[in-house]
């Protein structure tokens, strides 16, 4: 059984899925000369048209020292001055080793994304793997943070309400958005502006040494299957570390489990994505019920039809579902 995809779709998929693997080495480094030459770039500051609303983009440094910088996206809503947009804090997808905020697909997301929720995004450049393992995406998620807590209106516009700020991602940045929460939250002393009001994971990459159903089945669909996602944990995961690191296995069932160790008391609602012909569904649908036995909220959507990185294919029909989800989830806060 097959999604059923456009031929444009599938050729894309294609390209893109044989440019991925013609960058990586015997050894599962990247070659980033390489990969460099197939990614298109956005530069930055412009401003686009989405939806007949005007999104300007510019980029922001945080630290040069390791490259950290983000790509903010705002959209001229031309409504009232006294409305104020939520704050979305985006991490892309890409396997923890691949693309960037001003990667055209992720460009094109995220300025869709400000353009019809309507929201202000910060939208991060975290280092990558394997140059780069565990924790530093984590560790440039929080520092992103910290860095909006101190700087807040200096960086943002000022109709940006910092006391309703979502952390978001897709795929390894959906784990990646879990993990930054988690942390903001233990630490939320740090704090004082920022406030996190709600998590959008969409097809978050979870994983452990089990091998579920899922991933059993789904061995020919777009984009993943269990050697890609081995791939990437191997090159994430401390070296020596397997699958059920807590990076990638969050809620691993046992005997000592404590709801209290695993998610902090203010940990916030959160919205999961997925889609039908994804391998990682299993590890997606249990990190749902890890947060609810966890005493947590949590919006489960799921996509028959829908396959890894749907959001990227303006074409498919889920793309245009998933911004409507991801609108009256914000909106409803």
């Given amino acids: 059984m097959e999604p059923h995809l456009p031929f444009k779709t599938r050729l894309q998929i294609s390209i893109g899925t044989f440019a991925a693997k013609l960058c990586v080495r015997s050894d599962g ?41 983000f790509r903010l996206f705002v959209p001229d809503t031309k409504s009232s ?41 910060v939208s991060v450049n975290y280092r990558l793997a394997p ?27 000022s109709k940006t309400d910092l006391s309703k700020c979502f952390i978001a991602g897709d795929s390894a940045g959906g784990n990646i958005a879990h993990h930054v929460t988690h942390r903001a939250c233990k630490d939320s002393h740090q704090f004082k502006k920022i406030k ?24 020919r669909v777009p984009f993943l299957n269990i050697e890609s996602t081995d791939r990437m944990w191997r090159n994430f995961l401390p070296e020596g570390a397997d699958r059920n690191h807590k990076a990638a296995n969050v809620f691993r069932d046992g005997p000592n489990f404590k709801a209290a160790d695993t998610v902090p008391e203010d940990f916030p609602s959160s919205l999961v994505f997925v889609a039908g012909f994804d391998p990682l569904q299993d590890w997606q649908k249990r990190y749902c019920v890890g947060l609810r036995r966890c005493g947590k909220e949590v919006w489960l959507v799921e996509y028959p039809n829908g396959i ?20 009256q989830f914000i909106q409803e806060k």
Wanted: aromatic content about 12%; some cysteine.
């Fill in 308 to 327: 890894h990185g749907f959001y990227n294919f303006p074409e498919l029909p889920e793309s245009a579902l998933i911004v409507k989800e991801v609108r």
């Fill in 196 to 219: 996190i009001v709600g998590l959008l994971a969409m097809q978050p990459l979870f994983g452990g040494e089990e091998r579920t159903a899922s991933e059993l089945r789904l061995t």
């Fill in 81 to 121: 001055a006294e409305t104020l947009l939520p704050l979305i804090v985006y991490f892309h997808g890409g396997g923890f080793t691949y693309f960037g905020p001003d990667s055209r697909s992720f460009d094109a997301l995220c300025c869709n994304l400000a353009a019809q929720i309507p929201a202000t995004i």
């Fill in 29 to 69: 480094t990247i070659n980033r000369h390489l990969f460099s030459l197939l990614d298109q770039k956005v530069i930055a500051p412009t401003t686009k048209v989405f939806n007949d609303v005007p999104v300007s983009s510019s980029d922001i440094s945080v630290d040069p020292s390791r490259n950290l910088w």
């Fill in 131 to 157: 140059e780069h393992r565990f924790p530093c995406a984590y560790d440039d998620g929080f520092d992103t943070l910290k860095y909006i807590e101190a700087q807040n209106y200096a960086v943002l516009p």
